[in-house]
C-alpha cells in the first residue's frame, strides 16, 4: 500500500545521526508561556563552504522528522537537485513533534513529569524561534535557499517575513493563513483524539487509537476523490471489507506506530494559529516585507491548501514567481511530484542574475 507520507520512515533510522542544541534558559511561547529549557534536535547534510553562502534550509510538515533524503527523495539527496555535494542542507525538527525537539513526551522540568496533554500551545511563529535559536547556535548568517512544503512552508513564510536572511525561497501547497477549512479539519481529528480517553492519561503511549482515526480523516483531504476511486476499487459483489477502509485503517495503524498522539494534537493546533499578518498590520503588509525571491507552487487538486491560497502569497511578495503543477495526488502531491518540482526549481536556483 502507498502512504499519505510515502516516503517517511520510523524515527529509529534517523535517530543515530541526530544532533542536539540544548537552550538552558526561558523559551518564551507566543501565548505568553514559557519552557524553562528547550532541546532542538537537527541533521544536517554536506559541507558548508568557505563564505557559507551554500546554506539551504529545509522545513519539514507535520509529522516528518529531520531527514529530507527520506521523505522529499527525487528532490534532496545525492545526486538530485538539493544534493550535499554543493549544499550544506539543515533541517530541524519542530517544537513539539516527537522526533527529538522538546514536545509532550519530554519532561517538564518545573514538575518532573511528562508534559504529555498539558504541553503549552505552541504557534508557527514559536517554531520559527526555534529555527532562529538553532541558526544563532549554528553561526550561520545568510540561508541562500529556505525551502518548504505545507506546514514547513508556513515557517518558512513566517521566517523570511521575521529575518531578512534569505536570498531565495520556495514555498509549496502552503498559506499565509490558515483558513476556516483547514482549522476545521484539524478540529474534527482532535476530537477523534479526545474521544480516546487514555489521551488523558498518564501513559506516554495515549491517545494512539484516536489518532489513527485522526490520520484516516486527514488522508482524506491530503488525497482526491479520484485518487480513492480509482486505486480502492472493489469487486462489484462485495459487501464487506473494502479496500478503501481497509487503507484507512491502514494508514492510521502506520502513523500509530511511528508518531505521538500527543504531537499530532499539538502541532494540528499550531497549524490552526498560522497568521503571518498577525501583529504587523495585515497579511499583505507582512508579505510585502519579504525580500527574497521567491518560488510558490500551488498543486491543483489540492483541496486542503487550495491555489487561492498560493496565489495570495504571490500577489503580495515583491520579488516571486508563481507556477502551478498538475497531479493526481492532490496535496501529498507537494511529496510526490518530485520530477514536476524539480524541472521549475532548477531555472529559478540557477538564475543569480535575478
Same mark, same amino acid.
Given at each position: *500500500?502507498?502512504?499519505? $507520507? ?21 523559551? #518564551?511561547? !507566543?501565548?505568553?508561556?514559557?519552557? &524553562?529549557?528547550?532541546? @532542538? ?11 557559507? &553562502? ?7 510538515? #507535520? ?17 538530485? %537537485? ?11 525538527? +519542530? ?20 508534559? #504529555? ?8 511563529? =514559536?517554531?520559527?524561534?526555534?529555527? +532562529? #535559536?538553532?541558526?544563532?547556535? %549554528? ?16 515557517q518558512i513564510l513566517e521566517w523570511a517575513i521575521e529575518e531578512a536572511i534569505f536570498d531565495r525561497l520556495f514555498v509549496i501547497a502552503t498559506s499565509a493563513q490558515s483558513s476556516p477549512w483547514g482549522k476545521a479539519i484539524r478540529a474534527a481529528q482532535r476530537m477523534a483524539i !479526545?474521544?480516546?480517553?487514555? $489521551? ?10 484516536? *489518532?489513527?482515526?485522526?490520520?484516516? *480523516?486527514?488522508? %482524506? ?11 480502492q476499487k472493489d469487486d462489484n459483489e462485495a459487501l464487506d471489507n473494502y479496500k478503501a477502509e481497509s487503507y484507512q485503517r491502514y494508514q492510521g495503524i502506520k502513523l500509530s506506530n511511528r508518531f505521538d498522539a500527543r504531537s499530532y494534537y499539538v502541532l494540528g493546533k499550531a *497549524? ?9 498590520? &495585515? +497579511? ?12 510558490? +507552487?500551488?498543486?491543483?487538486? =489540492?483541496?486542503?491548501?487550495?491555489? !487561492? ?13 508563481? !507556477? ?16 514536476? @518540482? ?7 536556483? &540557477?538564475?543569480?542574475?535575478?
Amino acid at each position: *500500500m502507498t502512504s499519505s $507520507f510515502p516516503f517517511i520512515q520510523t524515527s529509529k533510522k534517523v535517530s543515530d545521526s541526530l544532533l542536539y542544541y540544548r537552550y538552558s534558559s526561558d523559551f #518564551l511561547l !507566543e501565548s505568553g508561556d514559557t519552557l &524553562s529549557e528547550l532541546q @532542538i534536535a537537527y541533521q544536517t547534510f554536506g559541507t558548508l563552504n568557505a563564505d557559507k &553562502s551554500n546554506v539551504v534550509w529545509v522545513c519539514h510538515a #507535520l509529522t516528518a522528522n529531520t531527514d529530507p533524503t527520506q521523505w522529499w527523495p527525487g528532490l534532496i539527496g545525492e545526486n538530485l %537537485l538539493i544534493n550535499p555535494k554543493d549544499h550544506f542542507i539543515v533541517c530541524a525538527n +519542530i517544537l513539539g513533534s516527537c522526533y527529538g525537539t522538546t514536545g509532550p513526551r519530554d519532561f517538564d522540568p518545573k514538575t518532573g513529569d511528562r508534559f #504529555l496533554s498539558n504541553f503549552p500551545n505552541i504557534t508557527i511563529r =514559536d517554531q520559527v524561534n526555534a529555527h +532562529i #535559536l538553532l541558526r544563532n547556535h %549554528l553561526g550561520i548568517e545568510r540561508i541562500h535557499l529556505g525551502m518548504g512544503g505545507s506546514t514547513g512552508g508556513q515557517q518558512i513564510l513566517e521566517w523570511a517575513i521575521e529575518e531578512a536572511i534569505f536570498d531565495r525561497l520556495f514555498v509549496i501547497a502552503t498559506s499565509a493563513q490558515s483558513s476556516p477549512w483547514g482549522k476545521a479539519i484539524r478540529a474534527a481529528q482532535r476530537m477523534a483524539i !479526545e474521544a480516546d480517553q487514555s $489521551f488523558f492519561s498518564s501513559s506516554p503511549n495515549g491517545g494512539k487509537k484516536g *489518532m489513527e482515526a485522526a490520520r484516516a *480523516m486527514a488522508l %482524506l483531504s491530503y488525497r482526491t476523490p479520484a485518487t480513492f476511486n480509482q486505486s480502492q476499487k472493489d469487486d462489484n459483489e462485495a459487501l464487506d471489507n473494502y479496500k478503501a477502509e481497509s487503507y484507512q485503517r491502514y494508514q492510521g495503524i502506520k502513523l500509530s506506530n511511528r508518531f505521538d498522539a500527543r504531537s499530532y494534537y499539538v502541532l494540528g493546533k499550531a *497549524m490552526d494559529t498560522h497568521n503571518v499578518g498577525r501583529g504587523k498590520g &495585515s +497579511i499583505q503588509k507582512a508579505l510585502s516585507a519579504i525580500k527574497a525571491k521567491t518560488l510558490i +507552487i500551488g498543486i491543483e487538486g =489540492d483541496i486542503l491548501f487550495p491555489i !487561492e491560497d498560493q496565489q495570495t502569497i504571490a500577489a503580495h511578495v515583491p520579488n516571486s514567481t508563481f !507556477e502551478i503543477i498538475q497531479s493526481d495526488y492532490g496535496h501529498d502531491g507537494f511529496l510526490i511530484e518530485t520530477q514536476k @518540482i524539480s524541472e521549475i526549481l532548477k531555472p529559478f536556483l &540557477s538564475n543569480e542574475s535575478n
